[in-house]
């Protein structure tokens, strides 16, 4: 039976990996932190499948200690102060976590077993002002967030640590991925949400910012699969995951609002607090290598998605306040 460690097993992506990993016959290690405030909602459902165990990306011990005790074949590092709004706030924490991270982790593979494969999620939002459109591997980064910052240094760490000490690094670029799971603070699901809430009487309007970003948004679930398919070649390298379309908040909201036929015009209303201080305008990604050496493409459409995440929501809220 393969072992594999997920750091961030109780966020979106970790706990997608987590049950599509159990269900390739894996047993699962989750890094937790020790904190006042862990919320395993989204693992419930598998948690007694699943070995639970606290250690810090912050805390190099703790993670030798963690890689010697349970011996992973592979690592999957999906920790992170992962909200591009919190990273202008908190900008110290950011890099502390989700840049020098990854090093940590690194230095506690090369030093406890240099055989492990690893999987760095590195972000779209390393692109920020685009250079290029699609973006590819070779795309240059030009970064507009801390967050983004923090994840061009984890990405070219991990680049780093496989040139030079010969490990099976794999970075995997991922554009915006969503599901039922999304944190309420994400865009994707603060509009689907909003819109389950204005259908059910719940609330009457929805305050958003900038309502002409692009993004390129995916099923999280289709995500995890390409993580997966990339620590299975017998060489690492980077890989975009993405779906190829483009679609912007606009859009987002027609689709999240005439799901529930509601015209989102009369519900949106945009708030200057909701701008962030630099805009990244068009993330779209190129996925044809992925295609060609891994084999993966995307199964759910940006329709569906949403379509998935309405529901989702409208039947939470339904459950919530007994409606």
């Known amino acids: 039976m393969p072992k594999a460690l997920i750091t961030g097993i109780t966020g979106q992506d970790g706990s997608y990996l987590a ?25 419930q459902h598998i948690q007694d499948q699943v070995t639970l165990v606290q250690g810090d990306l912050l805390d190099q011990g703790s993670l030798i200690c963690l890689l010697q005790e349970y011996q992973p074949e592979e690592v999957y590092n999906l920790a992170a102060q992962s909200f591009v709004p919190t990273s202008w706030n908190q900008p110290v924490f950011t890099g502390d976590v989700t840049a020098l991270g990854v090093t940590r982790m690194l230095e506690a593979i090369r030093t406890v077993d240099k055989s492990i494969r690893f999987y760095q999620a ?65 865009v994707t699901r603060k509009v689907t949400y909003g ?43 980077n890989y975009i995951i993405a779906t190829g379309e483009t679609h912007s908040i606009r859009e987002l909201c027609e689709a999240a609002f005439g799901h529930v036929d509601l015209d989102w015009q009369e519900y949106v209303k945009q ?53």
């Open 271 to 323: 708030d200057q607090r909701f701008m962030r201080p630099a805009e990244v305008d068009l993330l779209v990604g190129d996925a044809s290598k992925a295609g060609r050496v891994l084999g993966w493409e995307p199964h759910v459409t940006f329709q569906g998605l949403i379509r998935l995440m309405v529901e989702a929501d409208v039947e939470l809220l339904k459950k919530e306040h007994g409606l």
């Open 195 to 237: 819109a389950a809430k204005i259908k059910l009487g719940l609330a009457d309007e929805l305050r958003l910012g900038n309502l002409d970003a692009r993004r390129d948004w995916g099923y999280a679930l289709d995500y995890v699969r390409a993580m997966w398919m990339m620590l299975q070649q017998p060489r690492p390298d």
């Open 122 to 186: 590195s972000s779209s939002e390393m692109f920020g002002k685009v250079r290029e459109v699609p973006q590819k591997e070779t795309t240059p980064f030009y970064p507009r967030s801390p967050y983004g910052v923090a994840k061009v240094y984890g990405h070219w760490i991990t680049v780093n640590y496989r040139e030079s000490y010969d490990l099976h690094a794999t970075s995997g670029i991922l554009f915006n991925h969503e599901s039922p799971r999304r944190g309420l603070e994400f």
């Open 19 to 43: 049950e599509f990993l159990l269900e390739q016959g894996y047993e699962v290690i989750g890094m937790v932190r020790r904190t006042s405030t862990v919320n395993f909602t989204r693992i």
